[in-house]
């Protein structure tokens, strides 16, 4: 994962490297690139990425601004911040698919933390980490199957299914380890 992680880094960072006549195309590029490597997780790229964007294109473009205000949110971690970071701006077409994508995987990625650490939370505390409605919330607890308190303000969350491990024979680790190393060497 990280080293597929860093050759799309590389190859965006050399398209965007490419168009350095052409500014409109290159802003484009640009807020393009941050947002597909912030959606891969790797928050690290993205800030580095930020950095070789030229400043003229930055100050010319309001969206890749915008982008770079839904890293530092992610970067801090802070999932409150992240989601109205997302709400407040209006996306152009091609990013918005990926800005989409990317509030669905940190959503996600929430909802599975939030099952798997806590045995109650408060649903003021879910709102902030989810980003969603109250009715939105009372969906999701009723998709996953968690407990709602008769009041309303406390869910309990049981942890998300773990899929079982597969045993894998003596050979194939040894051949997984022999294509890891022969991938290293190479």
């Known amino acids: 994962m990280q080293i597929g992680t860093r050759i799309i880094t590389r190859k965006l960072a050399l ?26 997780q790797a928050q690290c790229n993205a800030k580095f ?4 964007i030229p400043p003229n294109i930055i100050s010319s473009n309001p969206e890749i ?30 990013i918005s698919n990926i800005i989409r994508a990317l509030e669905e995987r940190v959503r996600e990625r929430a909802l599975n933390l939030i099952g798997r650490s806590y045995s109650s939370i408060s649903h003021n505390t879910m709102v902030s980490m989810t980003g969603l409605s109250n009715e939105a ?23 998300p299914v773990q899929p079982t491990p597969l045993h894998t024979s003596s050979e194939d680790q040894l051949f997984k380890l022999t294509e890891f190393v022969s991938f290293l060497e190479n």
Do not use: F, M
């Not at 398209?15 to 891969?40: K, W």
């Not at 990425?49 to 070789?52: D, Q």
């Open 49 to 52: 990425l930020w950095k070789r």
């Open 137 to 159: 919330i009372a969906q999701i607890c009723k998709e996953r199957k968690w407990e709602i308190s008769e009041d309303g303000t406390t869910i309990k969350p049981t942890p």
């Open 65 to 94: 601004a915008a982008i770079w205000t839904v890293g530092q949110k992610l970067w801090k971690k802070d999932l409150a911040g992240t989601y109205q970071a997302l709400a407040i701006y209006n996306w152009t077409e091609p």
């Open 15 to 40: 398209r965007a490297t490419i168009l350095n006549g052409d500014s409109a195309l290159q802003t484009i590029v640009s807020g393009y690139n941050v947002t597909q490597v912030a959606h891969e």
